[in-house]
């Protein structure tokens, strides 16, 4: 019950125990009971009270945890960001494609500064991002790019609140594409 909850972002409440967890997450709130029920099955009721939009979601999101534990079945979000996005805000890493580049996008505390960490084969590169998110739109700033090429980048985020994508342009040229998923935990 307890890595249900946690899979899907929720941080378990100190009032759990015995055949029930609890936890919260944003505006929601998540109760996991399980019973012994006949021929030595297992009862799990689930219950998520929401202040808000999306608590049938989070129950089927628990529910497919508890039938097979694992990564977040539902893209695990923080709960609403930027204009009512279910979603994270700035979350605590992104993983963004680019050009055939693959990066990792790590948050500095609860800043919006990103250390970036891309490959492309055998090739590397570092930077740091200054990311803001406005309504759905965001803009990234690359600076400190290990190659001298820093970059503006621009992006919708989508009503899903976690995915991104747009496009930038470096001193080097562009536009060029690029999509991102932010990662709230």
């Known amino acids: 019950m307890s890595t249900a909850l946690q899979n899907e972002g929720y941080t378990k409440d100190g009032n759990s125990g015995g055949n029930f967890v609890a936890g919260t997450k944003a505006i929601h709130t ?13 009862l799990v009721q689930i219950v998520v009270a929401s202040n808000g939009d999306g608590g049938g979601r989070e129950r089927q999101c628990l529910q497919a945890q508890m039938d097979q534990p694992g990564p977040s079945r539902c893209g695990y979000s923080g709960g609403p960001g930027p204009s009512g996005q279910s979603g994270c805000g700035l979350g605590s890493r992104w993983q963004e494609s680019e050009e055939g580049w693959t990066a990792l996008w790590t948050r500095r505390g609860t800043s919006n500064v990103f250390d970036v960490y891309s490959t492309k084969g055998s090739l590397t590169l570092t930077a740091v991002h200054t990311i ?3 309504g759905n739109r965001v803009s990234v700033s690359r600076t400190n790019a290990s190659d001298g090429n820093n970059c503006d980048m621009e992006g919708i985020l ?9 496009s930038y342009r470096c001193k080097s040229g562009g536009p060029y594409a690029w999509q991102a998923r ?3 935990q």
């Open 158 to 166: 989508q009503s899903d609140g976690v995915n991104v994508s747009g």
């Open 182 to 184: 932010i990662i709230c």
């Open 132 to 134: 803001n998110i406005n």
């Open 30 to 42: 998540a109760v996991i009971i399980c019973s012994p029920a006949p021929e030595s099955r297992m």
